[in-house]
């Protein structure tokens, strides 16, 4: 089966442009979750949605990020007027469950964003 | 901001040996989970924990679980080079959040 999938897997983008980065969840898992991870650090809280709705959007960085899983499945994270300080891995995961931060989370492999 | 702390950052040891890993945080939680990531790529769940619960076993892997004392420790026995990844414990207090993880190296 297949697991949670991103893409791009790389991104550059020049200081001002807003870029767009995919997640696909496990299909069927309830709870998604992107995380921003710097390098050498561990991945930090960004945002969570349960099915369609985002709960919780308290680790975005600033109003600059928006994500968005207007279906339940797929979501979105895009950032807008890209800043050198935005180049991480971004990292999505999902959860079977409700809730998920009790449960497993699967882990995407990350896109990896340069801003230059 | 990150709330597990693991220690040491760097471990560097021969094959066979067993790797320990500690981890401090510092709210109460409901579990403790530990993720690997190799270089490059995106994290692997290898154990939860509850709160409850004091010590795990999973295959070569142990965890233990003090509450009292805000702390985990993942052991690995007998390493292999496959092994050679960083190590993250995370903790749900109101999101989850990750430590810094520890940069574990195995060599053959």
């Known amino acids: 089966g297949a697991g949670v999938s991103q893409s791009p897997r790389y991104k550059v983008a020049k200081r001002g442009q807003d870029v767009a980065l995919r997640c696909d969840p496990i299909s069927g898992h309830v709870s998604l979750f992107w995380y921003q991870q710097a390098l050498g650090q561990g991945p930090e809280f960004l945002t969570y949605?349960?099915?369609?709705?985002?709960?919780?959007k308290s680790g975005l960085p600033s109003d600059r990020f928006f994500a968005e899983r207007p279906e339940g499945s797929v979501s979105t994270l895009k950032i807008q007027r890209t800043q050198q300080e935005d180049s991480a891995v971004y990292l999505c995961?999902?959860?079977?469950?409700?809730?998920?931060?009790?449960?497993?989370?699967?882990f995407g492999p990350g896109t990896r964003l340069t801003v230059l | 901001s990150q709330q597990g702390e693991e220690d040491p950052q760097a471990l560097s040891i021969q094959e066979g040996e067993n790797a320990t890993m500690n981890c401090s945080y510092k709210t109460s939680i409901n579990n403790l989970q530990w993720y690997r990531q190799n270089s490059g790529r995106g994290l692997v769940h290898l154990i939860l924990?509850?709160?409850?619960?004091r010590e795990k076993h999973s295959g070569r892997l142990r965890v233990t679980l003090d509450t009292s004392k805000k702390s985990s420790s993942l052991l690995i026995t007998a390493s292999r080079a496959a092994d050679t990844a960083s190590y993250f414990c995370?903790?749900?207090?109101?999101?989850?959040?990750f430590g810094a993880g520890t940069r574990l190296t195995v060599k053959p």
């Open positions: 949605f349960q099915n369609e709705a985002q709960l919780d």
């Open positions: 995961a999902s959860s079977l469950v409700v809730g998920g931060f009790t449960d497993t989370q699967y």
């Open positions: 995370a903790t749900d207090d109101d999101d989850m959040r």
């Open positions: 924990i509850r709160s409850n619960e």
